[in-house]
């Protein structure tokens, strides 16, 4: 490992600590640091370092020449992230010093001995699949920012009625949703607010999208689990002239009757974890899964 960008966000700068250990052992190793320009400002500012680092701006201000990201907050921070690394296949690893995080699963007490199990080629490196948004009259700006790694969602705007989501898959008609909204979730997003409308987990490599209601009306319609190389279709009927579309965590309003298309983007989100770490392990520490007397002590 050679060279690295890292990214956080303004309530990071709590964390002086974990940035400070991560900076010093980056630098034990002669890497080559460059911190993202917004935060790098509050760093010098909060006085949370001393020393000085190159910084990057933008997606534009990156290439293949970085080894890795490294994110230094929670899953909201690497879903920031992504929207510098776009399809640069710069690989992610995220330091989580914010709640649960799924993402983020470094321990931010365990800096030091993940970043050595990095350099010493200890790791696994996980493809996961991103949606694309396109939408018919298109919205001006929009296609720049289109991708989302964990979910596309449809909610309604200032109205507390249901909205109908009538949805197709691959030009076949499949339902209309009546509900609060409707989640797209990849298997990287299945942890995030589609499991909290009771939908499923999915894994990682799985190759499956989930199509999840959110308070849904229809006392049948019940989470769905798809191919990810569906073409998935929405059209939206609401009270209001507008509705909501968020990409994780951007969020704009959108013209009743614009056609929705979703499908799996062309590229891809490359995470990095330790042989310290995996997907099940993180099952089980945050979803407390095998929480059990019965089971001993093998969490």
Request: overall charge negative; some cysteine.
């Amino acid at each position: 490992m050679n060279k690295v960008a890292v990214f956080g966000q303004s309530y990071s700068v709590s964390a002086a600590k974990e940035i400070n250990n991560l900076l010093d052992v980056l630098s034990e190793h002669h890497v080559e640091i460059h911190i993202e320009s917004g935060f790098y400002r509050l760093l010098t500012e909060e006085n949370v370092i001393d020393a000085s680092f190159k910084t990057y701006d933008s997606f534009d201000d990156l290439n293949s020449s970085f080894d890795l990201m490294f994110t230094i907050g929670g899953d909201g921070t690497i879903l920031r992230a992504v929207t510098y690394i776009r399809d640069l296949n710069i690989p992610i690893l995220g330091i989580n010093t914010g709640r649960l995080g799924f993402l983020a699963t470094i321990n931010k007490n365990s800096i030091r001995e993940n970043v050595e199990l990095i350099i010493e080629k200890k790791f696994s490196v996980q493809e996961r699949t991103l949606l694309e948004v396109s939408l018919q009259p298109s919205i001006q700006g929009f296609e720049e920012l289109n991708f989302a790694l964990n979910e596309m969602t449809i909610a309604r705007k200032n109205t507390t009625s249901m909205i109908g989501v009538k949805t197709s898959l691959d030009g076949e008609y499949l339902t209309n949703y009546w509900s609060d909204g409707l989640i797209i979730a990849t298997p990287t997003g299945s942890t995030g607010y589609s499991l909290s409308c009771n939908g499923p987990v999915i894994s990682p490599d799985s190759k499956n999208l989930v199509i999840t209601p959110i308070a849904p009306h229809n006392l049948n319609a019940r989470p769905m689990v798809i191919s990810d190389d569906t073409k998935i279709d929405l059209l939206v009927d609401s009270r209001e002239k507008e509705f909501l579309i968020s990409l994780d965590s951007r969020i704009i309003s959108v013209p009743e009757k614009t056609k929705v298309s979703i499908q799996k983007a062309g590229f891809c989100i490359s995470t990095i974890t330790p042989h310290s770490q995996s997907f099940l392990k993180t099952l089980r520490s945050k979803l407390l899964w095998g929480e059990d007397t019965r089971n001993g002590n093998n969490l």
